[in-house]
C-alpha cells in the first residue's frame, strides 16, 4: 500500500509572497552569501566617504567579516577603529549576525558609481504686484533709517517688475 502524503494546512490563510522566495532563495544560495549581501549593503550606508574605494567586505567567514584593505595606511587606521565599525555594521545589518572583523591587504574592487541626484525642480519667480501690500508698506514705513527705507523701496519694485 503506497504512503499517504501528509495533508497541508491552509488554516493559516494566505503567507506573504516575501517568505516563500526567501524561504526559495536560502535553500539556493548559501548562508554566508546571503549575509555577506547584507554586511555589503551596510557598508554602502557607513557615511565614512574616506572609505570608499579604499576598503570593502571581501567574505563572511562563521560570525567573521573580512575587510580587503588597499594600503597598509588604511589598514592600520580601520586596526584602530575595528570596535566602532563593527558596532556600526552590527546596528546596519543586525541580520548579518556578526562577531567579528578581520582586516586584509589586497586589491579592493572599484567602486559601483553613486546614482546622481535627481536635479531640483526650478521654483518659479515669486508673483509681485507693481504696487506693494498695506502691510509691506507699513513695514518700509517702520523702518527709520531713511537710505536703508529707499534702498528696500528701490529693491520693492525692482522685483515688482
Excluded: C
Excluded at 549581501?37 to 562563521?62: C, F, H, I, S, T
Amino acid at each position: 500500500m503506497a504512503a499517504r502524503r501528509p495533508r497541508r494546512s491552509f488554516a493559516r490563510g494566505p503567507q506573504p509572497l516575501a517568505d516563500a522566495v526567501w524561504r526559495l532563495v536560502k535553500t539556493i544560495v548559501p548562508d554566508h552569501m546571503v549575509r555577506l549581501v547584507y554586511v555589503r549593503a551596510a557598508w554602502e550606508r557607513l557615511n565614512m566617504p574616506w572609505l570608499r574605494g579604499r576598503a570593502y567586505p571581501l567574505a563572511v567567514v562563521r560570525d567573521e567579516v573580512i575587510v580587503v584593505v588597499e594600503d597598509s595606511q588604511y589598514h592600520h587606521e580601520l586596526m584602530y577603529s575595528r570596535d566602532q565599525l563593527l558596532g556600526k555594521l552590527q546596528q546596519l545589518a543586525p541580520e548579518a549576525r556578526l562577531g567579528g572583523l578581520r582586516f586584509r591587504l589586497g586589491a579592493v574592487p572599484t567602486p559601483s558609481p553613486r546614482p546622481l541626484a535627481l536635479p531640483a525642480a526650478a521654483l518659479a519667480p515669486p508673483t509681485m504686484t507693481a504696487e506693494p501690500s498695506d502691510a509691506t508698506s507699513r513695514a518700509m514705513s517702520d523702518v527709520s533709517d531713511p537710505e536703508l527705507r529707499q534702498a528696500i523701496a528701490g529693491a520693492r519694485i525692482l522685483l515688482g517688475r
